[in-house]
């Protein structure tokens, strides 16, 4: 496909080539990088911290909830504690995580190009996502929000606590959102290497492309109802206080005009990431390439009009409950193509049970959980009894932390040798893979049950008969978080072992950012690469030369 080739290390060469890691490498070269490949790192390294952070968070919540009585938290303590880890894990790290780390380091690389469109941006955008993690930090020290991470009025609007502060960081996260996906658009439209029209561009180039556009135009409004909440704390305006005049369903209206289309932000660039590792480890083209395109514009363009399905018990109106019903059934289509071509790409496939492709196997058996659990609710007399039952936080994982976070991994996994020029055990990440996903069922899918019997959600306590169901998930969040744990340390303890080097193609890939060195080279390509065969065409022999990976 690229016409780039180098001397290094991996072939035999006695001088090894400088790469984008070990040239200039002072702390302040670091900080005022505009190579986008550091940036994905920096950002991968700052999101994975607030991953921890939520999810000790979370390990807290279910260590409470194991009994119905006061453990060693109190109500209020628990409120904060909960919010914290829903803020956290939304704002800071599963929003970011993919386009931000993944997307900032892969995406140009699969282009041909040298970098984004704008690398000046991309480093401001990154001291933008800093400002407001910061700002973040403030209010939890400030003493915590107790809220709920949907920061719902008239409630956010009159309680103690710094809510202004926290709202405002979200504010300020949202301007690294948009400087990312102007960046990505911009990128994807004017950068492609010579022979790269749209329908050669790897599926991963397409979720993202897709992801950017509702960065783009759904996070100013989510900026704009922060803003307006701060408004009303501080000058008593009457936007959302019905006691002032305002109308509080108008907040839920604009929160999830925003929040439901960042629901795609989280889970498109984790289906771009599946796109990739399926086609590669089947060893087959990718069934259906321009339905799966096609597939991720369409999730960006429908998930605009579903917002109203968090808004069945709020009092609307009949007929815009059903067309909100009709058009959450809608956006079922596209991400069930996907699925069916996913399936039919490993049809006959040659398949390689390698660590990616164990956390995209993964994949498919949580989100298609997800995504037919989330039918029930989009039923308007279902939703009624399901509604903040515990049946949607288990719906709610299954998607964002089932879907997006167990193809986050495997998107790790799979690009790690490239980022790092190392491999990992892959014996131990694979006991790691299997851990996470049983921790994760032994978590969450016993939440459906007590859902559908009635247990509310973000209570403190509960009656004696949930108490089975809490002590099970208890029990799956410490397996859940030893896996997590477990997969961090093998791919770290990669990076000091000498005997773990990477080839340039370890995986046999076809895209394009395998056709440089690993590490690549700060410029990414000597000379201006060439488009000559397919994405996934695998008549064809991967090149540079492939040293092939064989399991640690």
């Known amino acids: 496909m690229a016409n780039a080739t180098s001397t290094h290390t991996h072939t035999g060469t006695s001088q090894p080539q400088l790469n984008y890691l070990t040239e200039n490498t002072s702390l302040k070269d670091w900080l005022t990088t505009i190579d986008h490949k550091r940036l994905g790192l920096m950002y991968l390294a700052a999101v994975m911290a607030f991953f921890f952070v939520g999810g000790a968070l979370a390990l807290l919540l279910r260590l409470e909830l194991l009994t119905p009585k006061q453990d060693f938290m109190d109500s209020a303590t628990y409120n904060k504690v909960f919010t914290l880890h829903g803020a956290i894990m939304v704002f800071l790290f599963i929003i970011p995580s993919v386009p931000a780390a993944l997307g900032n380091f892969v995406l140009p690389l699969m282009l041909g190009a040298k970098d984004v469109a704008f690398p000046r941006l991309n480093l401001a955008s990154f001291y933008v996502y800093c400002l407001g993690a910061i700002m973040a930090l403030a209010a939890i020290i400030g003493g915590g929000v107790d809220t709920g991470w949907t920061f719902y009025t008239p409630y956010s609007t009159t309680t103690d606590g710094p809510v202004g502060l ?35 561009l790897p599926l991963f180039v397409w979720g993202i492309y897709a992801t950017a556009l509702i960065q783009v135009l759904a996070t100013p409004v989510l900026g704009i109802t922060a803003v307006l909440m701060v408004m009303e704390r501080a000058f008593h305006i009457g936007i959302f206080d019905a006691r002032l005049g305002g109308d509080p369903v108008l907040f839920q209206h604009f929160f999830w005009f925003y929040s439901h289309p960042a629901v795609y ?3 498109l660039p984790g ?26 514009v369409s999730i960006a363009f429908i998930g ?9 018990t709020s009092g609307q109106s009949d007929l815009a409950s059903a067309i909100f019903a009709f058009l959450t059934y809608l956006v079922a289509i596209p991400s069930g193509i996907k699925i069916w071509n996913w399936l039919a790409t490993m049809y006959q496939g040659s398949i390689e049970m390698r660590t990616p492709m164990l956390y995209a196997m993964s994949f498919l058996l949580l989100f298609a959980i997800g995504g037919l659990t989330g039918l029930y609710l989009g039923a308007i007399s279902v939703d009624i009894h399901l ?5 949607v936080v288990a719906h709610f994982h299954y998607v964002m932390m089932g879907g997006t976070v167990i193809a986050f991994l495997g998107g790790i996994h799979y690009w790690w040798p490239k980022m790092f020029g190392k491999m990992y055990n892959e014996k131990l990440a694979d006991i790691a893979c299997w851990i996470i996903f049983i921790g994760f069922n032994v978590t969450f899918l016993n939440q459906f049950m007590m859902g559908s019997q009635g247990m509310p959600r973000r209570y403190w306590t509960y009656l004696d008969e949930f108490q089975r169901y809490h002590i099970g998930s208890t029990i799956g969040s410490w397996i859940l978080g030893f896996g997590l744990v477990m997969a961090a340390g093998v791919l770290l303890s990669s990076l000091r072992k000498k005997e773990y080097d990477a080839g340039d193609n370890p995986w046999g890939s076809r895209t394009m950012e395998w056709e440089t060195i690993s590490p690549p080279i700060t ?30």
């Open 387 to 391: 509604h903040d039952t515990y049946f």
């Open 304 to 312: 605009f009009l579903v917002w109203g399905h968090h808004m069945f």
């Open 523 to 552: 410029h990414n390509f000597e000379g201006q690469p060439v488009l000559r065969h397919g994405p996934y065409d695998f008549r064809v022999e991967p090149t540079p030369a492939t040293v092939a990976g064989g399991r640690h």
């Open 271 to 296: 289906m771009a990431i599946i796109s990739e590792i399926i086609p590669v480890f089947s060893k087959k083209t990718v069934f259906g390439y321009r339905a799966i395109g096609f597939s991720s």
């Open 166 to 200: 926290m709202a405002m960081a979200v504010f300020v996260l949202g301007f690294s959102s948009i400087f990312t996906g102007i960046n990505f658009v911009a990128t994807v439209h004017k950068l492609r290497a010579p022979g790269m029209g749209w329908f050669q």
């Open 265 to 267: 932000i989280m889970i």
